[in-house]
């Protein structure tokens, strides 16, 4: 039986090249059939990446069929899986976000969780030796993971090792690291095809906070400008968002790459307590500036108070 490999709704970049990637050493290396799928749209910058690799966009699937061989990669929280995740069959998990718990396994299986920027870099540790056997679109997409995970090096996640491997990535396929992530930036920060539930909803993970639960959302952009002149159209839909995906609130924290800075968007008095609390700021109107949070893993999560 084919073994799905699959990260987290609203598949960023690691969610949607990390699965292929560990397809292919599953496939190639190992001689296991395996399939890389998503459970949602990829985003602007995951679809650079496929196009610029020349890589088929993976199927999406919503559900699994009871007792599917599958491996999760890029999360191990079962609010961002389907559903019915516990009666599939749970071979491995590989990831680099702190252990939620809630899964459950039908046996002992292979756990790989470290304190490392992308999953990507987690995997070419993982193939050892055998990573050399990786064809330069596989290169492209690991390397395409990285910069982005880390925001070309920007992000506080950002460790030596994850800069070591991009760089001998970029090294084997002869790319300059700056031109190529100025390509995927470009490419992440051009949402003028999405609605406002569209960008809402496009790079969020859902948390809860005692007893409120939040959508938080972060759109990493190198124009903050294209996102923040919509600021009017974004908040007056986050109600429905939060309502339609059964949240308290939606937060979006718009990080701008270059000045390594996020503006979060203040529709009410709930999201003013929360940007008080977690981050000290002082609010007067309905958006307030953040200076040097970029990472929702490392220093937008692990502040937030209600």
């Keep these: 039986m084919t ?3 699959f990260g987290h709704k609203s598949p960023d970049t690691d969610s949607t090249g990390s699965p292929i990637l560990w397809a292919w050493y599953l496939n190639e290396v190992r001689g296991e059939k395996a399939e890389a799928v998503l459970l949602g749209e990829p985003n602007t910058e995951a679809a650079f990446m496929l196009k610029r690799w020349d890589l088929p966009k993976p199927r999406i ?3 699994l069929a009871e007792g599917q ?6 999360t191990n929280n079962p609010a961002e899986l389907p ?10 998990i590989i990831d680099h976000h702190k252990l939620a718990g809630g899964l459950e396994t039908k046996a002992p299986i292979n756990i790989t969780v470290r304190p490392l920027a992308c999953t990507a870099t987690i995997m070419i540790d993982l193939m050892g030796a055998d990573a050399e056997k990786m064809p330069d679109w596989a290169k492209g ?3 395409t993971c990285i910069l982005s995970d880390t925001l070309e090096f920007r992000s506080p996640t950002t460790t030596a090792h994850d800069r070591e491997v991009a760089e ?3 090294a084997d396929l002869g790319l300059s690291i700056p031109d190529y992530a100025a390509e995927m930036f470009a ?6 095809a999405f609605s406002d539930a569209e960008l809402l909803r ?4 859902e948390y809860k906070v005692g007893d409120k639960s939040f959508r938080v959302s972060v759109l990493e952009t190198t124009t903050p400008a294209m996102v923040l002149d919509r600021k009017a159209g974004l908040m007056a839909t986050m109600e429905t968002v939060a309502a339609e995906d059964g949240v308290d609130q939606v937060l979006l924290f718009v990080v701008d790459i270059l000045r390594e800075e996020a503006t979060l968007l203040v529709p009410n008095d709930l999201v003013k307590t929360v940007a008080e609390k977690s981050f000290g700021a002082k609010v007067s109107g309905d958006t307030v500036l953040l200076p040097g949070v970029m990472s929702r893993k490392k220093q937008i999560i692990p502040n937030l108070a209600v």
Excluded: Q, W
């Design 3 to 5: 073994t799905l490999v």
């Design 61 to 63: 699937i919503k559900t």
């Design 69 to 74: 061989p599958c491996v999760i990669v890029d």
């Design 83 to 92: 559903e019915n995740v516990n009666d599939a069959d749970v071979r491995a």
């Design 141 to 143: 997409a690991a390397l």
């Design 168 to 170: 001998r990535l970029a």
């Design 187 to 192: 490419a992440k920060s051009d949402v003028s």
């Design 202 to 205: 496009m790079d969020s993970k």
